[in-house]
């Protein structure tokens, strides 16, 4: 637009007398004060709205602190992203377009972030289906430990020798996951070897009493202890026990040393392999 036009129009408003002016300015004053109630009443029930959801997610759900701060903002955002078209529409944009741009832009950032996509579905199913929670012992991706957090992305454990192991959700939620807290006891099978001249009637009430010493493990159902093989060098006598989860593995230290102890002072041996190296003359 060259300098004569824009004088030309300049010239042309001018002209026109109040009347003109009014009716020109007007609708286009009535539809930006209405797109601004539109914005303000929009953000305003965004907060508003949002925050009742969060307080329910709280409240009566049982996701994880972080999906419930994700999952809020994407529907706060959602809301202002309807209340900005709904303000365009008051000064007639096609928004069917601005929605069409949308949907190619969402599509072109999923397709570029698809393992990372998959991680968070798959931690949101983690959260809603609880298989695992924090502090309980699992075993799940190639990992055993004790979950510290579930997060949108990756679930922690910490192992044993007190290690940090961030698994990825989908490695999680697609394989197997073994808890070992969830049902509240854990029973144990160990198996322990006697010599086969022993007296085996006298070998498991030897270990029934370790057991029975012990005010860790349960007394219903019954510990059991059976010959569950003949092995090459031993009688092998199995023993099950059940313990609460939490002293499972104190208890289970306990019931080895004290089972060793037990046996040598009944005179029980628990016989090893015995290597025999034959020496031909050349």
Do not use: C
């Amino acid at each position: 637009m060259d300098w004569l036009n824009l004088s030309l129009i300049i010239d042309a408003v001018l002209g026109q007398s109040d009347n003109q002016i009014l009716n020109l300015l007007l609708p286009i004053g009535v539809k930006v004060v209405g797109a601004g109630v539109v914005l303000i009443v929009g953000w305003i029930f965004a907060a508003w709205f949002s925050g009742i959801v969060d307080k329910f997610l709280a409240q009566r759900t049982l996701l994880d602190a972080t999906v419930e701060k994700v999952l809020v903002q994407i529907l706060r955002f959602a809301i202002l992203i309807v209340t900005i078209l709904l303000a365009l529409q008051m000064f007639g944009v096609q928004t069917a377009t601005i929605l069409a741009l949308l949907s190619g832009v969402a599509l072109a950032i999923g397709l570029a972030v698809q393992g990372t996509l998959s991680n968070v579905a798959a931690g949101v199913m983690l959260l809603v289906l609880r298989p695992l929670k924090v502090g309980e012992w699992v075993a799940a991706g190639g990992s055993s430990g004790s979950v510290s957090r579930v997060g949108l992305f990756r679930t922690d454990l910490i192992t044993l020798g007190n290690v940090l192991v961030s698994v990825p959700n989908t490695a999680m939620f697609e394989g197997s996951i073994q808890n070992y807290t969830r049902l509240g006891r854990r029973r144990m099978t160990a198996v322990v070897g006697v010599a086969y001249d022993t007296d085996l009637d006298q070998a498991m009430e030897v270990l029934r009493g370790v057991i029975s010493a012990n005010k860790a493990w349960d007394t219903d159902p019954a510990p059991y202890v059976y010959v569950s093989n003949l092995g090459d060098f031993s009688v092998d006598l199995s023993v099950w026990a059940w313990a609460d989860g939490k002293m499972y593995w104190d208890a289970q230290a306990a019931f080895r040393l004290e089972a060793k102890k037990a046996l040598d002072a009944a005179g029980i041996e628990i016989p090893y392999p015995h290597q025999v190296e034959i020496h031909k003359a050349g």
